[in-house]
Nanobody
Framework: QVQLVESGGGLVQPGGSLTLSCVAS????????MNWYRQSQGKERELVAT????????TYADSVKGRFTFSRNNSKNAVYLQMNNLKSDDAGVYCC?????????????WGQGTQVVVSS
């Protein structure tokens, strides 16, 4: 069983920055496509960003393009979400997810999440 542990959330003022981290307990981290999702109050869970297995490609939700940067370090079994120019709409619980296909079957692993509060 793969465990994902997020950290780095907290309270930040509008316009501020935070960096979220997600560390995985696996020796095969490079086989996972990784995602960040967020769940904001009263809204459906939103896919924020995706990164490929070796970090050569990233995609972002339109709402965060140009402000968020998703990166990974496979030697540390970790992914990072650098969030700049934060807005009140960015508040929520951010969860990382690891996805891979094993023997043709999809497997998804989720972390517990880390909360981001954007407020002055």
């Amino acid at each position: 069983q793969v465990q994902l542990v997020e950290s780095g959330g907290g309270l930040v003022q509008p316009g501020g920055s935070l960096t979220l981290s997600c560390v995985a307990s696996t020796t095969t981290f490079s086989t996972f496509i990784m995602n960040w999702y967020r769940q904001s109050q009263g809204k459906e869970r939103e896919l924020v960003a995706t990164i490929t297995r070796h970090g050569d490609s990233t995609t972002y939700a339109d709402s965060v393009k140009g402000r968020f940067t998703f990166s990974r370090n496979n030697s540390k079994n970790a992914v990072y979400l650098q969030m700049n120019n934060l807005k009140s709409d960015d508040a929520g619980v951010y969860c990382c997810k690891g996805h891979r296909t094993t023997w043709g079957m999809p497997n998804d692993y989720w972390g517990q999440g880390t909360q981001v509060v954007v407020s002055s």
